[in-house]
């Protein structure tokens, strides 16, 4: 029970950082304040090989938990 709890707002807290800072980045480009994206271009440009493996990583962390298995309780069919 503790460990989803912990599970769950970690997550939740993940997902709170990126809308966070998603907000940042268009107020920025509103207002004309420097976006985090300028900070991190130079970055990718510098170190394309950690760059790939972090979206490698990142998007298969989030196909597992966007599309994992197709049972449970909000399946569309049940487990046979």
Do not use: N
């Not at 976006?35 to 440009?45: F, K, N, T, W």
């Amino acid at each position: 029970m503790v460990r989803g709890s912990l599970f769950s707002w970690t997550v939740t807290a993940l997902f709170g950082v990126i809308t966070l800072l998603l907000a940042f980045e268009s107020w920025a480009l509103l207002f004309g304040v420097k976006p985090i994206s300028d900070y991190i271009r130079p970055a990718v440009h510098s170190y394309p090989g950690y760059a790939f493996v972090i979206a490698v990583v990142v998007g298969m962390l989030l196909g597992h938990f966007l599309w994992g298995p197709a049972y449970g309780p909000a399946s569309p069919a049940p487990k046979k």
